[in-house]
């Protein structure tokens, strides 16, 4: 079992930082791949970032390549997510979530773990 906690979302300008944090219960961080999704009102869980269990690979949808940043601390069970050059369109409840998988799945439902989310809201 491995529960997952968000922190870190609030409000934010445009150009502005952020970032998130997904603290993990358990012994069993490492044993898991680990990924963030975002969802807007209406809008099915999108894919936004994932490292493998050693952190030796990282994936990005396109619409954040270049601007986040996914990375996590296995001595502090943590998963992060350093938000830069936010966007009105980066609005959203972000999630956290982990999997036994050795590779990311970009949807959603194949994901077993979720934390409870953290708003990020970008104003212009």
């Known amino acids: 079992q491995v529960q997952l906690v968000e922190s870190g979302g609030g409000l934010v300008q445009a150009g502005g930082s952020l970032r998130l944090s997904c603290a993990a219960s358990g012994r069993t961080f490492s044993r898991n791949t680990m990924g963030w999704f975002r969802q807007t009102p209406g809008n099915a869980r999108e894919f936004v970032s ?39 369109e980066d609005t959203a409840v972000y999630y956290c979530a982990a ?22 809201t970008v104003s212009s």
């Open 50 to 88: 994932a490292i493998t269990r050693r952190g030796n690979n990282t994936y990005y949808s396109d619409s954040v390549k270049g601007r986040f940043t996914i990375s996590r601390d296995t001595a502090k069970n943590t998963l992060y997510l350093q938000m830069n050059s936010l966007k009105r």
């Open 99 to 120: 999997d036994a998988r050795s590779l990311p799945s970009y949807v959603a439902r194949n994901w077993y773990y979720w934390g409870q989310g953290a708003q990020v």
